[in-house]
């Protein structure tokens, strides 16, 4: 393995997982994790920007997007971050008690009963969007599939997580185990034996994450949005908010005091914490 600047732990080294064999590759949350020998792990986190790239064994790394090589018998997996900004991660831990401080720890959905869900949700007073969106609550689901969760649920994207009827509750999570298992398999196809190298949060068959201006495909209203600094929020109006815009003055300080103003601050904040 050779890193640059996305290490960041000092001790094990880097080195010292050179030779030992793979014995699983898993995801925690976002993070992709690889298990070696003797409980030692490799935790990956490509944030926004961050890819993957399978190319020959010993490919050089270039030196404007590419991070580190993890070198294997057959080939090697290439890191690359499309961005000035500097975000995705590598850490080498030791020990599972050291593991599980860098977890987390929100709910996975799919292995999580109706019960389950409504309590996390019910855990912290959030909006919906940052709810869904928030690793300390909900696992891997982020930015754009919160959008997409909302939009098939027909629920606005400010609403309080305290807010929800029983019927709410229950469509909400019915439609987000629907849409995460609908893009999951969607994905796969596409990628088939292949490996998954276009990777992006922008897709044109998403119903509203990323297509600002452009026709509902439910409703055929316009999609509207809100920007508030690295975060954004797309709904439809016309299946969620009953008709309202919600991008005035009002809900956008709203939103802006219940979510981070950094990718960051929202994965790193304390468990427990909440919105100013």
């Keep these: 393995m050779r890193a640059r600047a996305l290490l960041r732990t000092v001790t094990p080294t880097p080195s010292s997982l050179e030779g030992l064999p793979v014995l699983s590759v898993a995801r925690m949350g976002k993070r992709l994790v690889f298990e070696f020998e003797a409980e030692r792990f490799l935790v990956l986190h490509l944030m926004i920007a961050g890819r993957l790239h399978w190319k020959k064994r010993g490919v050089a790394i270039p030196r404007k997007r590419a991070h580190a090589a993890l070198d294997f018998p057959k080939g090697s997996l290439l890191v ?8 995705a991660s590598l850490h080498v831990i030791e020990g599972l008690r050291a593991l599980s401080e860098i977890d987390p720890g929100g709910l996975e959905v799919f292995s999580a009963s109706p019960e389950a869900f409504r309590e996390v949700l019910l855990l912290e007073r959030h909006t919906l969007k940052r709810s869904l969106s928030d690793p300390y609550l909900f696992s891997g689901i982020g930015n754009a599939y919160s959008d997409e969760i909302l939009h098939r649920a027909g629920l606005s ?120």
């Design 80 to 87: 690359t971050e499309a961005s000035s900004k500097k975000r």
């Design 157 to 276: 994207p400010l609403k309080m997580s305290d807010r929800l009827s029983d019927e709410e509750h229950e469509r909400l999570f019915e439609k987000t185990r629907e849409v995460l298992k609908e893009w999951t398999l969607r994905l796969r196809e596409e990628v088939g034996d292949g490996f998954p190298e276009k990777v992006t949060a922008f897709r044109p068959e998403m119903a509203v994450h990323g297509r600002f201006k452009d026709p509902c495909p439910v409703c055929r209203t316009p999609v509207q949005r809100i920007v508030r600094a690295e975060n954004e929020v797309n709904y439809c109006p016309g299946c969620q908010t009953g008709g309202k815009i919600l991008a005035d003055r009002a809900l956008s300080k709203l939103l802006g005091k219940d979510w981070p103003r950094t990718i960051e601050e929202l994965e790193k904040r304390r468990p427990g914490s909440s919105a100013e």
